[in-house]
């Protein structure tokens, strides 16, 4: 199959427990949350996203032919050494494209792979990091992983069954608060540190691809 990709590029991942790290992002087009287009956010979802992930003319963007194309890609936007290769797929809502074909061809050129997804869909099991951040509103189908990224506050509210309490009991090996990062911005890290004093399962994330200047 093709894939429509708004942008693909090579930075260091900036959020989450392996923030820092050397990753070549492959942002797929469409989400399942929003239509990406201003006019439906308030009609949404997903009301919060700070990302553009509609349409295929970003950096490296386009529509990719096959598995094949992709990984080829890839394997050039890392550069030379086959050595700790590391992708992260991430959209909009990858798991909306990603599909065997993908997964085999990345593993061949050599990535490890990890997934950001909103886990309303559930994630390919031959993904090998698997990063999940829950959208108030909307209904998880992906409910263990590696690391549970959540952006707080929410103003929606949680479906039954999928509150704070609820997410704790996820067979997730990390959990993470990430700040809303909005007008009220200072506000909400104070609600985050609030948080995780009071609650040490969690751990306090940052955005630190903003704080870099990072894309």
């Given amino acids: 199959m093709s894939y429509a990709v708004k942008e693909m590029f090579l930075t260091l991942q900036g959020e989450g427990m392996r923030a820092g790290r050397r990753a070549v992002f492959l942002r797929f087009a469409g989400c399942n949350l929003w239509s990406g287009r201003e006019q439906d956010r308030g009609e949404a979802i997903c009301r919060?996203?700070?990302?553009?992930?509609?349409?295929?003319?970003?950096?490296?963007?386009?529509?990719?032919?096959?598995?094949?194309?992709?990984?080829?890609?890839?394997?050039?936007?890392?550069?030379?050494?086959?050595?700790?290769?590391?992708?992260?797929?991430?959209?909009?809502?990858?798991?909306?494209?990603?599909?065997?074909?993908?997964?085999?061809?990345?593993?061949?050129?050599g990535f490890e792979i990890a997934i950001e997804t909103n886990g309303t869909l559930p994630v390919h099991p031959g993904i090998d990091w698997v990063c999940v951040s829950p959208k108030a509103g909307s209904a998880m189908a992906q409910t263990s992983g590696d690391e549970l990224k959540l952006v707080w506050p929410q103003a929606a509210m949680f479906l039954p069954g999928q509150g704070i309490e609820d997410m704790e009991g996820w067979a997730f090996a990390h959990f993470l608060l990430q700040p809303l990062d909005d007008s009220r911005q200072e506000a909400n890290v104070r609600t985050c540190l609030d948080f995780v004093m009071a609650r040490p399962r969690w751990r306090l994330s940052l955005q630190n691809h903003k704080l870099l200047g990072l894309k």
């Fill in 48 to 109: 919060f996203c700070d990302t553009d992930f509609v349409g295929t003319n970003g950096p490296g963007g386009g529509k990719l032919a096959d598995a094949s194309a992709m990984a080829l890609a890839a394997a050039k936007l890392w550069g030379e050494g086959g050595a700790h290769r590391y992708i992260v797929l991430t959209g909009g809502e990858p798991m909306l494209q990603v599909d065997d074909a993908l997964v085999d061809a990345l593993h061949a050129a």
